[in-house]
């Protein structure tokens, strides 16, 4: 089959969804808009040329230079989006098994099946792009603003541009689903974790050379050995705290599989063993969220002081609101990074739960009591991110103690130290909000019908 008929086909798939189906697609066009508005405004400050002066931002945007800060911090939101977008094509392929089925028997093949599934999420996305652009286009007014001509044809081309993108996620996201003709989606999962020695070389090497550039400590050197340092620190730092979620739960679950008699800790422990790295992959966005506001809650603290200082003795012509606005804008963006990252992750719970709702049924008909799988379900989020959040700590503390070297000013502890705290229990939030489906898939009807 032709890549026409495929969308032709997805087209018609699409129009004929259920009611479920059109819950996956609304949630993949609202990622879609959130994308959009980030990606719009990006381009439209992007196609600015030279000193402008804006009459909002404390002149913030007035620079070139800050001004480009800005729009790679607003392109860099994309990456827990599409992330985003992965988790709601994984759910989307259990709730289409029968679907999936149905066009392996009339000869599609499992990278076809595939294919059309990526595409479907495709047409979600673009949905959800035109209207991001629609809102982006009538707020532009009220803003006071217009993007200069040469900006359009970039605008035009987002609108294109993250479908596609969501399409090649979703493709990704689904390379280990196998639709049998039978009417059975089967996940492959891999036999062995990533091996991040050869990954981290890399990361591990920039780090030295940023740390041997800071041990000048007051040259230029040592100033400009931070970003390098920075950069691979959250590298370095998020690919272990990724490989350790996935190895912390294989050992959790082996060694309290053997040790405990709790009902929920033994059906925690035999699913983190089944799947160790789900917990890897879901809680990526988190574990790398994380460093970045240890680090960025530290740096906070830090710079606030130093311009204090530089304030004190005159040193400094720019308003403090200049750099306030700053700071806030970074911690608010750092801030939304999490609301993402939380929100893929409560729909990866869900996802995870979609894809057990038989087993689950057959637990409760042989006599297990929903509040026992309610524990599971959380425990299942709690024990492999706890270890991955204690080295993401680590990551992101050791960041703002090199800027505080840096700058020559105290290291601040007990603030940045909250942040894993906060953002552990909103995980756990986030993945409560899982139980509503929980109830609904634990029903022994399920054992007919599922």
């Given amino acids: 089959m032709s890549v026409a008929s495929d969308l032709r086909l997805a087209w018609l798939l699409t129009h004929g969804a259920d009611r479920l189906e059109r819950r996956r697609a609304a949630l993949t066009a609202a990622g879609a808009a959130v994308a959009t508005w980030f990606a719009l405004p990006a381009v439209a400050l992007a196609s600015v040329q030279g000193q402008y002066h804006f009459t909002y931002g404390h002149g913030l945007l007035d620079q070139p230079g800050t001004r480009h800060g800005i729009v790679a911090g607003l392109l860099l939101l994309l990456v827990p989006l599409l992330g985003f977008l992965g988790q709601c094509a ?59 001509g040469v900006a359009w044809p970039g605008l035009v081309l987002v609108v294109l541009v993250i479908p596609v993108l969501a399409a090649l996620v979703s493709a990704v996201a689904l390379r280990r689903v196998i639709a049998s003709p039978l009417g059975h989606v089967r996940r492959e999962r891999p036999r062995r974790g990533p091996r991040p020695l050869t990954a981290l070389l890399l990361p591990a090497l920039a780090v030295a050379l940023g740390v041997a550039l800071l041990m000048t400590h007051g040259s230029r050197t040592g100033i400009a050995g931070l970003p390098l340092f920075v950069l691979g620190t ?26 405990t008699g709790n009902p929920a800790v033994l059906i925690a422990a035999a699913r983190l063993q089944e799947d160790p790295w789900a917990a890897a992959r879901s809680h990526a966005a988190v574990v790398l969220v994380t460093i970045v506001g240890v680090g960025m809650v530290g740096v906070r603290r830090v710079l606030v002081a130093d311009l204090h200082d530089i304030q004190r003795h005159g040193s400094t012509a720019a308003p403090m609101d200049y750099y306030t606005f700053g700071l806030d804008l970074s911690s608010g963006a750092v801030l939304t ?36 799988l309610t524990r599971t379900l959380l425990l299942e989020t709690a024990l492999p991110l706890a270890p991955a959040l204690v080295l993401a700590t680590l990551g992101g503390t050791a960041i703002h103690i090199a800027y505080a070297v840096t700058s020559g000013q105290g290291v601040p502890w007990a603030l940045p130290l909250l942040v894993p705290v906060g953002v552990y229990a909103a995980c756990i939030l986030a ?20």
């Fill in 234 to 259: 959250v590298v370095l730092t998020g690919a272990g705290s990724i490989w350790v979620a996935g190895a912390s739960a294989r050992a959790t679950g082996r060694r309290l599989g053997r040790r």
């Fill in 431 to 450: 993945a409560a909000t899982a139980l509503p489906l929980l109830r609904r898939s634990v029903h022994p009807a399920l054992l007919r019908t599922a």
């Fill in 337 to 372: 990074a999490l609301v993402i990252s939380l929100a893929a992750l409560a729909v990866g719970t869900a996802e995870s739960l979609s894809t057990r709702r038989r087993a689950l049924a057959a637990q409760v008909a042989a006599g297990v009591p929903r509040r026992i």
């Fill in 90 to 148: 994984r759910i989307g392929a259990v709730h289409r098994d029968r679907r999936l089925a149905g066009l392996r028997l009339a000869g599609a093949g499992p990278r076809q099946v595939r294919r059309i599934a990526a595409l479907e999420a495709g047409f979600a996305c673009l949905a959800g792009t035109l209207a991001g652009f629609v809102v982006f286009a009538a707020l532009l007014p009220a803003v006071g603003w217009t993007p200069p």
